[in-house]
């Protein structure tokens, strides 16, 4: 976490013009805003979950539901807009996808190549998996510590007696 | 003058530490002790070197000499001293200077504690530390030199980062780069023990705490970091799975892999080979790290250089260390024979399985981080990998690492019978699953996150209490307690670290599935409800601080008729910078904490107003704290204060001296 964040950060050029030239300094726009949120509950949250997986195109990482910038709001207001004209979920992500390529969703579609992505900690898990119990089976084979059933059921005899 | 005695004292750490990586190097190949014992001295040299050139550095800050282009452009006449101070690691420059501080101070640290080290093993372990510091001081001297003098200086500087002037943040780099840096240490162990061809007991004693301290540190400065954002982005979100999060991350998680196997070659002779991958590897995630803070190549929300001159400087590093490293470790990995035998039920395996799991979650982590760029690069798709797939794809590990976990700690070495190690652990199960079902029955319809959150987190911390309780033996209940003070450092570590993992886990979940959030405009004078609290906006006012101005409002929390708490959340303009930032103000307390944030005023002369309140929001720090305080105590245990000598190989020849 070493470094600057981007909080304001597009809005930064322009306010440094601002001050340059002795303006007042605009506020920034804040995450969800009051104005922006839609009457029906249902709809609203609807929204906001789908908000959580968009990207914030500007930004660095951020989702539109949390960004500042100017661009995440108008994304936010689209998205209510869609959803208010009775798409589905499906439907009004698919709307944004269109318009700005699939770098809008922060949740990767496990399509094409990104099958890749998805598969790659299952798929290492059970190769770490494999290794082990390789590994296991062929230093028990190696050590001799381990006894055979036939030599487990002897000691057991041996012990008995 | 001071400034240029400064970049002099680099260059002269930068001789120093060739001589460092060589000359002891050499001489534990040809059993030269005269040559094995320069590295001592070089260690200790090249620290006082690189600490004069920071102490330089330091000063031109304090004294804002504009003079300087790093001055300049981060800092300000006006700024307040503490941050004119920690200014000086607030940007690349600096900060690289503070990476090889520490570094530097690794390696002089492995001379005053390393007494009990044969010759051999730390004249190799001091080289190798010393071939890290030439890479990084020729990175720093050929690309990023922070003692570049202006022409003409400017009359005041460009102030620092407002986000970055808070004391969470100031000193949060410190203690990531303790944690990043000291794996270098176990890196150089892992090279030094390759080039020796020999891995025993003792070396898992000495390469342990130092894993531990770098563990210990990153802990901290990661929980540093997430309470930060917490605190200062504005929303309480504490976690973000952003690139430069993950690079910190991905070094914690292999470092807890390696800490666990460690302790299996201490006492077994086991996992050895492993053992040193993972030490290769952990410091591989650290330099991956530095490249992404570094490079620019993956957008993070935290900018830094953005120079792909030094992401290619970076890049070369990793590569030479790394292949240096693994190369060793292929052609060498063969004669590192395991002594121990252990069953397929047994502590070893469970620790295995510990191992498995942290090292693929780790590189789960670092396949989402970096497949953005791959995905352009190859597939010419431009894609983003957020939040969603991380908490899809990393959380499975979470769940079963936390779930094997009180079992495996319980378990025998070499051999165990799991229904006997469970005999224990049954009452914390049925109370783990009894009070999740609680949870499950109190919220009706929200996610199953808080639930599964419960039972693991009380599993986990009851397991622990369970393993520290059951290490008390058998008798009477006095004798046990009595017991119980006099157990060794190592099994409170154990159990403290185990625990604040429980309660760590347990807080995520709980934050992320039962925040209450409310957002509205709200007119000066007007109340509004929140959770059980009433929350009125007494007033908006414009206040000036001392590099910045601030709107800010006054809000007054009640419950049932008592004031709870008055809060003032702000929201600054720091006009030198040009940037404004939200400073949210939080009622902190042992259940919840009511964060308000106040946003821009509307038409009708109201404010929009923005509250949550965050279930367990400290137990997440305080979790992180327990698992850090952990890793102390064990670090603090007796077997790594007396002197460790399994090994001591005769000294051939005369001493040095």
Redesign the interface.
């Given at each position: 976490?070493?470094?600057?964040?981007?909080?304001?950060?597009v809005?930064?050029g322009l306010?440094?013009a601002?001050?340059a030239l002795g303006l007042l300094?605009a506020?920034?726009?804040?995450?969800?805003?009051?104005?922006e949120?839609l009457a029906d509950p249902a709809l609203e949250s609807r929204a906001r979950a789908l908000s959580?997986?968009l990207?914030c195109l500007v930004?660095?990482?951020?989702?539109i539901d949390?960004s500042d910038a100017q661009l995440a709001r108008d994304l936010r207001i689209l998205l209510r807009e869609r959803l208010v004209a009775g798409d589905t979920d499906a439907e009004a992500v698919a709307f944004l996808v269109d318009r700005y390529?699939?770098?809008?969703?922060?949740?990767?579609p496990a399509t094409?190549?990104?099958l890749l992505?998805?598969v790659?900690?299952p798929a290492?898990?059970l190769a770490?998996?494999g290794i082990?119990f390789a590994s296991?089976r062929r230093?028990?084979a190696v050590?001799g510590?381990?006894l055979d059933e036939a030599e487990r059921a002897r000691l057991a005899e041996i012990l008995k007696e | 003058m001071i400034v240029e005695l400064g970049h002099f004292a680099l260059i002269l750490a930068l001789a120093v530490a060739i001589i460092q990586s060589t000359v002891p190097l050499i001489g534990a190949e040809r059993r030269n002790a005269a040559w094995m014992a320069v590295g001592d001295p070089a260690a200790v040299v090249q620290f006082l070197l690189v600490g004069f050139s920071f102490a330089a550095l330091t000063y031109a800050f304090v004294v804002s000499d504009f003079s300087l282009s790093l001055v300049v452009s981060n800092s300000h006449t006006l700024k307040p001293m503490i941050y004119k101070i920690t200014g000086v690691w607030g940007n690349h420059e600096g900060s690289l200077l503070l990476w090889v501080l520490i570094l530097a101070l690794f390696g002089a640290c492995a001379v005053w504690f390393g007494g009990n080290l044969p010759p051999q093993l730390k004249a190799r372990v001091l080289a190798v530390q010393g071939m890290i510091g030439v890479a990084f001081l020729l990175f720093m001297l050929l690309t990023s030199n922070p003692f570049l003098r202006l022409a003409v200086p400017p009359l005041d500087g460009q102030d620092l980062n407002p986000l970055l002037q808070d004391p969470g943040l100031a000193i949060h780099p410190p203690f990531l780069y303790l944690g990043y840096v000291g794996l270098s240490m176990s890196f150089s162990f892992a090279v030094a023990a390759l080039i020796e061809g020999r891995v025993d007991a003792a070396w898992g004693r000495w390469v342990r705490p130092w894993t531990l301290a770098a563990w210990v540190f990153l802990t901290i400065g990661i929980a540093l970091g997430s309470w930060w954002a917490y605190y200062e982005l504005g929303w309480g979100g504490f976690w973000f799975w952003d690139p430069v999060e993950n690079a910190s991350f991905m070094p914690w998680l292999i470092a807890a892999a390696l800490l666990h196997s460690a302790i299996v070659v201490e006492k077994r002779e086991s996992l050895k080979a492993w053992t040193i991958l993972l030490a290769i590897l952990a410091f591989g995630f650290s330099l991956v790290g530095t490249f992404i803070v570094r490079s620019g190549v993956i957008t993070s929300v935290h900018a830094f250089a953005n120079d792909p001159e030094r992401g290619v400087f970076i890049l070369l590093i990793l590569g030479v260390f790394m292949g240096g490293a693994l190369t060793l470790f292929a052609a060498r990995a063969g004669v590192l024979e395991a002594k121990g035998v252990f069953g397929m039920v047994s502590r070893e395996s469970a620790l295995v399985a510990n191992n498995i799991l942290l090292a693929v979650s780790a590189f789960v982590v670092f396949f989402g981080t970096i497949w953005p760029l791959v995905a352009e690069m190859v597939f010419d798709r431009k894609l983003s990998v957020g939040e969603p797939f991380f908490n899809a794809a990393f959380s499975p590990f979470v769940v079963a690492l936390a779930a094997i976990l009180p079992l495996g700690a319980m378990m025998p070495w070499k051999r165990g019978d799991g229904a006997r190690a469970m005999r224990p652990l049954w009452p914390v199960l049925v109370l783990s699953m009894a009070l999740g079902a609680l949870a499950w029955s109190m919220q009706t319809g929200r996610t199953a996150l808080g639930p599964v959150g419960v039972i693991l987190g009380v599993w986990v911390l009851g397991g622990a209490l369970v393993d520290l309780w059951a290490r008390t033996g058998r008798g009477a209940l006095a004798g046990r307690f009595a017991r119980l003070g006099r157990l060794p450092r190592a099994d409170w570590g154990k159990a403290v670290a185990h625990g604040g993992l429980g309660v760590t886990i347990f807080a995520v979940a709980a934050m992320l599935a039962w925040k209450t959030e409310d957002i509205r405009v709200v007119m000066p004078g007007g109340s509004y409800a929140l959770g059980p609290y009433e929350v009125t906006l007494v007033d908006v006012r414009e206040v000036e601080g001392p590099n910045y101005q601030s709107t800010m409002a006054e809000l007054r929390v009640m419950r049932g008729g008592e004031e709870v708490a008055v809060l003032f959340p702000e929201k600054r303009i720091y006009p030198v910078a040009g940037m404004p930032t939200t400073e949210a103000a939080i009622d902190y307390g042992f259940w919840r904490d009511v964060y308000l944030v106040i946003g821009d005023p509307q038409e009708n002369g109201g404010w929009a107003v923005r509250s949550y309140i965050e279930p367990f929001a400290n137990w997440l720090w305080g979790g992180c704290m327990l698992m850090a305080l952990g890793g102390l105590l064990s670090l603090s245990d007796r077997r790594y204060r007396v002197a460790a000598g399994a090994r001591r190989a005769p000294v051939a020849g005369v001493p040095a001296e």
């Open positions: 976490m070493s470094g600057a964040g981007t909080r304001g950060r809005t930064l306010q440094a601002a001050v300094v506020a920034p726009v804040q995450a969800v805003q009051p104005d949120m959580k997986g990207r930004c660095r990482n951020e989702n949390d390529g699939e770098y809008v969703l922060l949740n990767p094409g190549a990104n992505l998805w790659a900690g290492m898990l770490g998996v082990a296991f230093r028990s050590s510590d381990t | -």
